[in-house]
T-cell receptor, first 108, second 113 residues
Framework: TQLLEQSPQFLSIQEGENLTVYCNSS?????LQWYRQEPGEGPVLLVT?????EVKKLKRLTFQFGDARKDSSLHITAAQPGDTGLYLC????????FGAGTRLTVKP | NAGVTQTPKFQVLKTGQSMTLQCAQD?????MSWYRQDPGMGLRLIHY???????DQGEVPNGYNVSRSTTEDFPLRLLSAAPSQTSVYFC????????????FGPGTRLTVL
């Protein structure tokens, strides 16, 4: 059983569409990170959220941390083929635990 | 800076063989960790270290040993390889601790026959 549940597991959309992916847990985290991973490479950090209710924007990506610091969402506006990849959330407690990820494909 | 480097990139072992996966970082990061990534399972923490001489177990430590004699190096040893250890292994490092950005190596793809 994953400590962090990510949904959906797979998502395939057309260029220009909007999407939201979710990261949920029954545990409270001190902070939560979102990473993107491309095939054959290690994950790369997109953002860290620390405060309950926090919203951070990174160009077309909007990240939100739940008020109770148990869940988070990632919203992408006007998706582009370059957004294709595996999106992973990770929660920090005594160590760092990752969700299984959402594999996003954006078709041109 | 080379960042986090891992060797080898690919490895095939027979059941029962032992080997060491190498990980080095040149960023003077205190925190280092090892993960394995399997389809549908995401990244699972094997072992981690908060500094030289200090290691601790993660979520899936069985069958793996680590040591941290220097800040730069954090090798992962497979004692007696099993097919269930077929996976992609990632090493990561972070300044300070787990709350900060983790920098990942390129991974080692291990197959155990």
């Amino acid at each position: 059983t994953q400590l962090l549940e990510q949904s959906p597991q797979f998502l395939s959309i057309q260029e220009g569409e909007n999407l939201t992916v979710y990261c949920n847990s029954s545990s409270v985290f001190s902070s939560l990170q979102w990473y993107r991973q491309e095939p054959g490479e290690g994950p790369v950090l997109l953002v860290t959220v620390v405060t309950g209710g926090e919203v951070k924007k990174l160009k077309r990506l909007t990240f939100q941390f739940g008020d109770a610091r148990k869940d988070s969402s990632l919203h992408i506006t006007a998706a582009q083929p370059g957004d294709t990849g595996l999106y992973l959330c990770a929660g920090a407690g005594n160590d760092m635990r990752f969700g299984a990820g959402t594999r996003l494909t954006v078709k041109p | 800076n080379a960042g986090v480097t891992q060797t080898p990139k690919f490895q095939v072992l027979k059941t029962g063989q032992s080997m060491t996966l190498q990980c080095a970082q040149d960023m003077n990061h205190e925190y280092m960790s090892w993960y394995r990534q399997d389809p549908g399972m995401g990244l699972r923490l094997i072992h981690y270290s908060v500094g030289a001489g200090i290691t601790d177990q993660g979520e899936v430590p069985n069958g793996y040993n680590v040591s941290r004699s220097t800040t730069e190096d954090f090798p992962l040893r497979l004692l007696s390889a099993a097919p269930s250890q077929t996976s992609v292994y990632f090493c990561a490092s972070a300044v300070g601790g787990v709350y900060n950005e983790q920098f990942f190596g390129p991974g080692t793809r291990l197959t155990v026959l």
